[in-house]
Each structure stands twice: as structure tokens, then as C-alpha cells.
């Protein structure tokens, strides 16, 4: 039988329903973990992976909760902590990208995208550190925008820079009860929210993927799978770090 080192534990992805936040769900649950899909809008394909993970034999619930509204975090973690009674794993996934050059930016774009990216995982951890156990584990979904000058990316790259620090700082605070704080930087990944933006900009994420040792867009599995290692018992020695899972791209 198949080792499921998460059996047992219980798990939150943010924006589980699309692309890497799906693909940590599948790989969260397939270890073993009972999982928290929050989403803001996708309910039938929420709905659809809360069924798909019960008839492999898991437990699942899904949360409608836009992350970027204050109240969100609250809705997630009592329902959590309702359905479960605790929680193990923290993943900060859901994320809004919108590249625009300085004299593009708009105020509305940037408030949005700093309150999912980082005024969201902040709540989040806020209100579930009183349900938080020992060996517990906080994954926050990062970019390598945040080390790279991509043009563009001044905002995004901003709210990912604020939670790589952030996260650092978590590791120091939830340090007493061996629960890790750790991001994950993906490269250039294939997913709807990477291959809608303009042509220009697919197009510059192509060109960056040049720059990497293996020369292509990653698959959403392949990010999840370094998120469930890092939910695993054999990360535990490894906090307030960035794991860039980008396929040795060449920072410039």
C-alpha cells in the first residue's frame, strides 16, 4: 500500500479550484490530508473536486470565500475547524496578477492585488494560528518576480517580495511549536491565469523560460509536488526559506 505521510492531517489550499491551487489539492489528498478547497467563484468545479476526493476514500469540504475581503479568512477557519476540528497545513495559493508598466497602474488594480496577495495569507494565518498544531506547516505561493526585474511586474512583484518576508517572519513566531513557514517561488507555469494574460506577455514568459536550465513552461503538478514535500514530515528542518521551483532559471 501507497505511504500517505498527511493521514491524519488537515489542510487549507486558497484558490483550490484552477491550475496549481487544484493540482495542491489532488497532491494534499492523495497523501492522505483532509482538505479545505476555498474558492471565490468556480462552486461547480469546487463542488466537483469535494466528490472526487470523497470517492477516492479522502474528506474534503469546500469555502466560497473571496481572500482579498477582511472577513474571508474568519468564514474559512470556522468552517475548517467545524468540519475537522483543527487544522495542520496552511497554503496561501490564491493569488491576482495584473502586469502593468508605471504609468499603467491603476490604484484599484494595485489595492485588489495586495489585498489577495498579502493581506489575505496574513488574515488566513491570523485567525487559524489558535487551531494551528504542533509540526504544523504554512506554505506560501510566491513567484520569482519577486528576485527578477520583469517588466511589468512592479505591483505583482511587490506583493510577492511583502510575502516572501512575511513568511520569514512567521518561521521566527510559530518556531516554538516546530511549525515551519516556507515559500515556494514557481518559475513560468502552464496555467488559464498565466496563458490568458495579453500575447505580449505569454509571450515574455516564453522568453523567460529560456533562461532556465530546462527550457519550458513547469506543469502545475510539478510546483504541487514540491508543496507536498514541504507539508511532509521530511521538511521539518527546513523554515523560513524560498524553494525556487523554477526549473534553474537564471536570475538577471
Same mark, same amino acid.
Given at each position: 500500500?501507497?505511504?500517505?505521510?498527511?493521514?491524519?492531517?488537515?489542510?487549507?489550499?486558497?484558490?483550490?479550484?484552477?491550475?496549481?491551487?487544484?493540482?495542491?489539492?489532488?497532491?494534499?489528498?492523495?497523501?492522505?490530508?483532509?482538505?479545505?478547497?476555498?474558492?471565490?467563484?468556480?462552486?461547480?468545479?469546487?463542488?466537483?473536486?469535494?466528490?472526487?476526493?470523497?470517492?477516492?476514500?479522502?474528506?474534503?469540504?469546500?469555502?466560497?470565500?473571496?481572500?482579498?475581503?477582511?472577513?474571508?479568512?474568519?468564514?474559512?477557519?470556522?468552517?475548517?475547524? &467545524?468540519?475537522?476540528?483543527?487544522?495542520?497545513? /496552511?497554503?496561501? %495559493? =490564491? *493569488? #491576482?496578477?495584473? @502586469?502593468?508598466?508605471?504609468? $499603467? !497602474?491603476?490604484?484599484?488594480?494595485?489595492?485588489?492585488?495586495?489585498?489577495?496577495?498579502?493581506?489575505?495569507?496574513?488574515?488566513?494565518?491570523?485567525?487559524?494560528?489558535?487551531?494551528?498544531?504542533?509540526?504544523?506547516?504554512?506554505?506560501?505561493?510566491?513567484?520569482?518576480?519577486?528576485?527578477?526585474?520583469?517588466?511589468?511586474?512592479?505591483?505583482?512583484?511587490?506583493?510577492?517580495?511583502?510575502?516572501?518576508?512575511?513568511?520569514?517572519?512567521?518561521?521566527?513566531?510559530?518556531?516554538?511549536?516546530?511549525?515551519?513557514?516556507?515559500?515556494?517561488?514557481?518559475?513560468?507555469?502552464?496555467?488559464?491565469?498565466?496563458?490568458?494574460?495579453?500575447? &505580449?506577455?505569454?509571450?515574455?514568459?516564453?522568453? /523567460?523560460?529560456? %533562461? =532556465? *536550465? #530546462?527550457?519550458? @513552461?513547469?506543469?502545475?503538478? $510539478? !510546483?504541487?509536488?514540491?508543496?507536498?514535500?514541504?507539508?511532509?514530515?521530511?521538511?521539518?528542518?527546513?523554515?523560513?526559506?524560498?524553494?525556487?521551483?523554477?526549473?534553474?532559471?537564471?536570475?538577471?
Amino acid at each position: 500500500m501507497q505511504a500517505r505521510p498527511l493521514e491524519g492531517k488537515v489542510a487549507i489550499v486558497t484558490g483550490g479550484t484552477r491550475g496549481i491551487g487544484e493540482a495542491i489539492v489532488n497532491a494534499l489528498s492523495d497523501q492522505g490530508a483532509s482538505i479545505v478547497v476555498n474558492y471565490t467563484s468556480s462552486e461547480d468545479r469546487a463542488e466537483a473536486i469535494v466528490k472526487r476526493i470523497e470517492a477516492d476514500g479522502g474528506k474534503a469540504i469546500s469555502v466560497q470565500a473571496d481572500i482579498g475581503n477582511v472577513n474571508a479568512a474568519k468564514k474559512i477557519v470556522k468552517a475548517t475547524v &467545524e468540519a475537522f476540528g483543527k487544522i495542520d497545513i /496552511v497554503v496561501n %495559493n =490564491a *493569488a #491576482i496578477g495584473i @502586469f502593468q508598466v508605471l504609468e $499603467e !497602474i491603476q490604484v484599484e488594480d494595485f489595492v485588489a492585488m495586495f489585498n489577495v496577495n498579502v493581506q489575505g495569507p496574513i488574515l488566513l494565518v491570523k485567525e487559524s494560528s489558535p487551531y494551528l498544531q504542533e509540526y504544523g506547516r504554512i506554505i506560501n505561493i510566491s513567484s520569482v518576480a519577486a528576485r527578477n526585474g520583469f517588466h511589468g511586474a512592479a505591483v505583482y512583484a511587490g506583493t510577492k517580495g511583502a510575502l516572501e518576508s512575511i513568511s520569514r517572519v512567521w518561521a521566527t513566531e510559530f518556531g516554538g511549536k516546530n511549525i515551519t513557514s516556507n515559500c515556494v517561488n514557481p518559475g513560468p507555469v502552464a496555467t488559464d491565469a498565466v496563458l490568458q494574460q495579453p500575447p &505580449e506577455y505569454v509571450e515574455a514568459f516564453k522568453q /523567460v523560460t529560456q %533562461n =532556465a *536550465a #530546462i527550457k519550458r @513552461f513547469a506543469t502545475p503538478k $510539478e !510546483i504541487a509536488d514540491v508543496v507536498a514535500f514541504l507539508a511532509g514530515p521530511g521538511s521539518q528542518w527546513i523554515t523560513g526559506d524560498v524553494l525556487n521551483a523554477n526549473g534553474g532559471l537564471i536570475f538577471t
